[in-house]
């Protein structure tokens, strides 16, 4: 209870002394996604960020530090647009009095550079003091923040997708080029509810299905109306159970670099059960399966960004059938992001997943992507292709700061 209120005054305090940020910015943090001229995109993903872990003591040095990693990799990679991909905040020591402030750093770093950007929510992000809904109504405040709730009912908040258009295209005269696809994977625990014995009531961490279904609707429609099917991505906070199948199968580090150091990792459906509620009994209750197979069954479905797992940074191809899962696989890559917040467990060295998108490559199902370190070194540099996980790469050394 006393750090409850300590919490509470010592971030009302710095609320009170922080200047409101400019919710207004130009054009171009404004106007439709788009290619440059050349026909390039890049995407820089920061995940589990863990903003606002215990205000009453370490917390403010590490968000400091965290603010830092995202300006410097901001700095030098130069991304068209960023997408924080869940676990903004570490909602057990955050509450509604504080949030706002607390999102206020995490997008001021995109702010100063006037870069538009995207979240999905994590299950940090979801607590009983803290709502998701609250955390997207202070994204709106800026026009840079493309975040959006597309799904409507109690399914999460980030559920929504976003085209990106050729430099010469709007939305009125022409087909995207690609398509942004986010899933809002909850998990936490429901704002302000308790059961009848006292205890937080446990929210659902899985991509449900009524999401899933709109998302098979809405691409089906956006097909037919441009005749064609549209190279797509995914993100999603918590990784769908494919992820650790492959995982079990083995990461080869020369082949599917990066580190893999939660293992085995944890996923969607985790700690429920099949009959949907969340008992100690139970590891995996399997309800991220209708996901999984919408992600496989999409045509241009290339990837499925997660982060969730602080020591993971490896993409895998996952292709046919893979030991204990139902849902066979068509090529779609697993890829992890890298950790990039000061809070949270885990010590490994702070960066971001860098995409680098070209027309030309899309349209061939290629993605070139890297992580970029907060020490400014550069590894893990991969080109999802057809032959991604045969052909051979250096291995992404283990380092912790």
Sequence with gaps: ???????????AGLSSQVPLLETRQNDKASRPLQFSSDGNFKIAIFEDLHFGENAWSFGPAQDKKTVKVM????????????????????????????????????????????????????????????????????EGKWVNSRTQKMVSGDVGVSNYYLPVYASDCTKDSCAPELLLWFFDSRGGFKYLQKDSSGNQVGNPNWVDESV????????????????????????????????????AKGIDPAKEPGINQ??????????????????????????????????????????????????????????????GLSVEGTGVNLCFGQRSGYGGYGNWIRGSRQLFLTRDNLSKGVVDTSIRLESGDVVGSVTLNSTYGQDQYPVTPDQRT
């Design 262 to 323: 939660d293992n085995p990792l944890s996923r969607q459906s985790e700690g429920w059960c099949s009959d949907g509620t969340n008992k100690d009994t139970c590891s995996y209750g399997g309800q991220d399966k209708a996901f999984m197979q919408a992600v496989t069954a999409t045509p241009g479905m290339l990837a499925v960004f997660s982060g969730h797992d602080h020591g993971n940074s490896w993409c895998y191809k996952w292709s046919g059938a893979v030991n």
């Design 71 to 138: 300006s410097d990799v901001l700095d030098k990679a130069k991304p068209d647009f960023v997408v924080l991909n869940g676990d903004l905040i570490t909602g057990e020591n955050a509450f509604l009095e504080n949030a706002s402030f607390v999102l206020d750093q995490i997008v001021q770093p995109m702010l100063d550079r006037n870069l538009p950007w995207s979240s999905t929510y994590g299950n940090h992000d979801y607590q009983f003091n803290l709502s998701g809904s609250d955390i997207l109504a202070r």
């Design 1 to 11: 209870m006393f750090s409850f209120w300590v919490s509470v005054a010592f971030w």
């Design 212 to 247: 899933v279904s709109w998302f098979k609707s809405t691409n089906s429609d956006l097909v037919n109306k441009h005749k064609k099917n549209i190279t797509s991505l995914a993100f999603v906070h918590i990784p769908p159970d494919a992820s650790r199948a492959v995982q």
